[in-house]
Structure formats: structure tokens, C-alpha cells
């Protein structure tokens, strides 16, 4: 099994800013080690104080006229690190000094230059569209330490000299900057033919249009596939309390994006707010294109619903362990389902391929139909993807053989929904089944995972009222939208709550039971994903451009330096 690589791979490269608070004590600790360093009272208030406040001035009146989404504390944030490393290479230049035998007030220059290289990259990204104002914000510290440079330097002949300096070298780490970046995209951008800052720009402004989002995932997602979807209607007098949907295509990649947020589209698109959808044997590669497709499943929802046999009759639910995978299953007439549960062998997300071919073994075994579910319940980072079902069948055949649906149909629906951190729209939903006197339940949490914990805590508490607890989550990534990583339900809010709406959740649909009758039927519908390891390829190549820039940002940086200190050192020199 492969790493299964998704957008979390990303999200350690994001960092969100700290308030501005937290960069007083750092500043003030700079300032002492360059007062300690620079030794002169006027050059330390002109070059190194006061520069750093109109720089700040200068940024927030400049970069939020131009930018709406580049906020305030952005602005702290990368002005902090653009002092911060101007102030290290300062230190650096001051400590080889002996080799590069440069006038302070020079070094000076040079290294308040240096943030120009970083305020380009950051900056590059925030302006997709307006790289002029990249080229023109950029420098904003090198402006500042000129004006405030003709304080001192204006009668003096260090003015030309100093001028030169802060410009050429400003010139100089633009150009290296605008390089790396090409450098490192190069690949991406011959690829996918698409517009590298318009694509990151997209990911750290998730709120705004998705527009960027549809246009590059609709390259990838681009191959017309023929999917089965499947219906499980559970009927009680003649109507439908709850229909179970089996889509065979995945919840991703994030946010509103594609079929991310599938339960809840496909619930306005049906206009059922009953439905349960299922995670079923998907992976990233089998995210779809968009709303076309989504109506395509909700046509095939509504056609199955049409042409449907029923049984009354159910068979307890069973559990069997091979090879270290847990996998639930239940009979009604000679329809079955069941769920591979990661107990001891962890995975994410099983690939359609082998999931397909498992579900057409059983049918090949005599069911009229089956539909398999990944239980996405075990959040486990860096999990591998399963893609071997093949070693299940051979147990599974023998275990539903011996399963008889000599029980009657009785079952019963509940839906919560909360504001919960890590929870979507469709919330907390159970279906509890009252079996030769016992009860079970199955929850399904629109969430992307769940907690071990939340998990555990809801057995227990609810061990003296069911027999069998089962938890599996819709793997919605619509919860992932204000963070790249996974958000698994538990994580991010108080677990308690979730517990109590889990409680609430089987309690309510107990008091629900009824005698009902249930149908399923398999309709075929074409939709539009990404070709086999498309989504594994689209990550290899962004975290391969991390890769390349990783190991050629400290080349890139010290060629540039060399050339910037060579050209002050020699070029005035050459001119006279």
C-alpha cells in the first residue's frame, strides 16, 4: 500500500500569523543586539529604528489599499520577518566582515536589501494578477531606509554611495527572487498549464471566489467515468423514512470544491434532508468535476428509487477480522453491505478499483446486490491507502453464507445538526435496529474522520442501551475549508458535545423504530474524475516544487548575496 498523499501534505507549509503582540519582545531583543553592533547612536535611530516604523507605515498604507485580503496582521507578520532578516544577515556580514571589508553603513544597506527576496515571494503570490505591484511593493524596507538614510547622509559624501547600494542590491534580490520562482514552478506550470500565485493565492484565501479553484481541479478532474450509485430505501407505510446512498465517487478535494460537500449538495439536489451518503471505496483520484456531475448521482438516486424490490425481513449484524481489518456486515432478503473498519491495520480511503472488484465478487457469489463502505472512522495521520480487497473475499463469502435474514425489518432514523467545529451540514445521523431483542445502531457524522476518543466515550455511554455501536463518518473535506489539514470531528471542539449528540442521536431513532420494508437497487451514471493516481500526481508535483526549492533556496540566496556585496565593493570602484 501507498502513502495515501492528500492536501494535508501541504498544510505544514502554511503558517498562520501570530498577533501582534508576540513580536514585541523579539523586535526589542533585535534592536539591542543592533544597537550593541552598530555602536553609533545616530546610525542605530536612522537606520535601524526608525526605517522599521516607516517601513510598517508604509506597508499597511500601501498593501491594504491594494489588497483587501493581505490583513493586518499579514502585514505585522511579514514585516517582522523582513526586519528579522535583514537583522541575522546583518549580524552574518558584520562577523565576516574582515573577508568582505565593507563600511557598516553599507552592510547596512545590503541587508535591509535581502528582504526584498522574501517580500517578493509572499508578495508574488498575493498579486496573481498585478505583478507590477509585487515589483513595486517589495522594496518597501529599502524605501524606508532611504528616506530616512538623507537624515544623516544628505550633505555627506556616504549619500551616493549609500543610495546606490539600497537600489542595486534591492535590484538584485527582485531578480534572484522572480528566478526561484520560476524555478521551482517550472514544472507545475508546463504541466497544468495554470497560473501558479492565482492557484496558492486561491488556497490561502479560501473564502473568496472559487472560480480558480473549479478552473484548475476541472483540468484534473476531466475523465468521463461510468460509476455505480447505489439506493437503500428504507420504506414505513409506503414512504420513505430514510434513503441510504452509496456514491462511488469521493468528497474532495476541500471546501465547496467539486464533490466536496457531497451529502449536503446531493440532499438540496434530491430535496431530501433523510439521506444518508455513505463513504464508499474512493480516493482523492475520484473526486468529480462539479455540479453536472452531482445531478448526474442525484438522477441515478432518483431513478433506483423508481424500480426497487423490498424485503421485510434483516439479518443480525455480523463482524469478522482478516488480517487485521475489522469488517461489519448485514443481510436484508439478498442485499448486503458491509464496512472496512481500520482496528489494527490503519488505511485512508480504499481505491475504487479494488472496491469494485470486491462488490462484483459477492454479486458473482448470488447476492442481487451489495454496496461496500470505507468507515473513514480512525484518524491516523499519513495512513496508506488500501488497495487490495481482494483478501477479504474469500471470508466475507464465507460469512455471509451463514448470515440468514430471519428477522424482521425493524429500524429507526434520527438526524442532529450543530455548529461544531469538524461537523457539516448534514450533522449526526443513526439508524437503530431492533434485532432478536437487541438493539443496534449505526451513526454516520458528516465529518472528515472522528477521534478514537469520541468514539470510545460513545460506546461506553451508550453499552447498557445498544449491543453494537457503529460509527462511520461521510469523509465530507467541505470541514477542511478554513484549514489544509485534516479536521477529523473531536479535534478542534469540546468531545463532550459530540458525545451527547451521538447519545441524543441513538436514543432518537430507538424511539423511532418501526416495521419497515427495504429496497436496493444499483444505477450506473457517468460523472467526470481525475484519471488513476491523477490527485497522487497533482501532490507529487507540488511537494516536489517544495523539494526544488528547499535545496536551491540557499544557492539561489548566496549567489545573490555574493553578487550584491561584489557589485557595492567593486562597481563604484570600476566608475571612477
Not at 362 to 371: C, K, N
Amino acid at each position: 500500500m501507498e502513502s495515501n498523499k492528500t492536501l494535508a501534505g501541504i498544510s505544514r507549509y502554511i503558517k498562520k500569523s501570530p498577533k501582534w503582540y508576540y513580536f514585541i519582545f523579539p523586535v526589542l531583543f533585535i534592536y539591542i543586539i543592533n544597537f550593541l553592533l552598530i555602536k553609533s547612536m545616530v546610525n542605530f535611530i536612522f537606520l535601524s529604528i526608525i526605517p522599521f516604523f516607516v517601513f510598517i507605515a508604509m506597508d499597511v498604507i500601501t498593501i491594504r489599499l491594494t489588497n483587501k485580503s493581505f490583513n493586518s496582521r499579514r502585514i505585522i507578520y511579514l514585516d517582522f520577518m523582513s526586519f528579522l532578516s535583514a537583522s541575522l544577515f546583518l549580524w552574518i556580514f558584520l562577523a565576516l566582515n574582515s573577508i568582505i571589508g565593507l563600511n557598516i553603513v553599507y552592510l547596512i544597506g545590503i541587508s535591509t536589501s535581502i528582504a526584498v527576496f522574501l517580500r517578493f515571494l509572499i508578495l508574488y503570490v498575493y498579486y496573481p494578477g498585478n505583478m507590477h505591484y509585487a515589483i513595486i511593493l517589495s522594496p518597501d524596507y529599502s524605501y524606508s531606509i532611504l528616506i530616512s538614510s538623507l537624515f544623516i547622509f544628505l550633505k555627506t559624501p556616504y549619500l551616493p554611495m549609500f543610495l546606490f547600494t539600497v537600489s542595486f542590491s534591492s535590484a538584485i534580490f527582485l531578480l534572484f527572487s522572480y528566478l526561484f520562482i520560476t524555478l521551482t514552478t517550472k514544472k507545475f506550470t508546463r504541466k497544468y498549464s495554470a497560473s501558479v500565485p492565482e492557484i496558492i493565492n486561491f488556497f490561502l484565501n479560501r473564502s473568496q471566489d472559487n472560480s480558480v479553484g473549479e478552473s484548475f481541479f476541472g483540468k484534473i478532474y476531466n475523465k468521463r467515468v461510468k460509476i455505480p450509485v447505489k439506493t437503500v430505501d428504507i420504506k414505513d407505510c409506503e414512504k420513505s423514512k430514510v434513503i441510504l446512498i452509496f456514491p462511488y465517487v469521493h468528497p474532495g478535494p476541500f471546501g465547496n470544491l467539486c464533490s466536496s460537500n457531497l451529502p449536503e449538495k446531493l440532499s438540496h439536489e434530491l430535496n431530501m434532508d433523510n439521506i444518508m451518503v455513505f463513504h464508499t471505496a474512493t480516493t482523492n483520484s475520484n473526486n468529480c468535476g462539479g455540479e453536472s456531475d452531482i445531478k448526474n448521482i442525484a438522477d441515478a438516486v432518483k431513478q433506483g428509487l423508481k424500480d426497487m424490490h423490498y424485503s421485510d425481513t434483516v439479518s443480525e449484524m455480523k463482524k469478522i477480522n482478516v488480517n487485521g481489518y475489522e469488517i461489519s456486515m448485514q443481510k436484508f432478503g439478498n442485499y448486503g453491505f458491509s464496512a472496512i473498519i481500520p482496528e489494527r491495520e490503519k488505511f485512508d480511503d480504499i481505491s475504487l478499483e479494488s472496491g469494485l472488484k470486491l462488490i462484483r465478487a459477492m454479486r458473482d457469489y448470488g447476492m442481487d446486490d451489495f454496496a461496500l463502505i470505507d468507515a473513514q472512522n480512525d484518524f491516523t495521520k499519513n495512513a496508506p491507502e488500501l488497495d487490495n480487497c481482494s483478501q477479504f473475499i474469500p471470508e466475507m463469502k464465507r460469512a455471509f453464507s451463514k448470515l440468514s435474514d430471519a428477522y424482521p425489518a425493524r429500524i429507526g432514523y434520527s438526524r442532529i445538526s450543530a455548529r461544531i467545529s469538524g461537523l457539516a451540514a448534514m450533522g449526526i445521523q443513526a439508524l437503530a435496529m431492533e434485532i432478536n431483542g437487541k438493539y443496534n445502531a449505526i451513526v454516520l457524522t458528516d465529518s472528515n474522520n472522528i477521534t478514537h476518543d469520541i468514539m470510545e466515550k460513545s460506546r461506553n455511554e451508550l453499552s447498557d442501551i445498544v449491543d453494537n455501536l457503529e460509527i462511520y463518518t461521510t469523509d465530507n473535506h467541505v470541514v477542511n475549508a478554513s484549514n489544509l489539514d485534516i479536521n477529523p470531528l473531536g479535534l478542534n471542539c469540546n468531545p463532550d458535545d459530540v458525545v451527547n449528540l451521538i447519545k441524543t442521536a441513538v436514543k432518537d431513532a430507538i424511539n423511532d423504530i418501526s416495521d419497515v420494508k427495504i429496497g436496493m437497487k444499483t444505477v450506473y451514471t457517468t460523472v467526470h474524475m481525475g484519471r488513476e493516481d491523477s490527485f497522487k500526481t497533482l501532490m507529487d508535483t507540488v511537494l516536489g516544487a517544495f523539494r526544488i526549492a528547499k535545496y536551491s533556496i540557499g544557492f539561489i540566496l548566496i549567489a545573490s548575496i555574493l553578487i550584491a556585496i561584489s557589485s557595492v565593493k567593486y562597481i563604484p570602484f570600476l566608475l571612477r
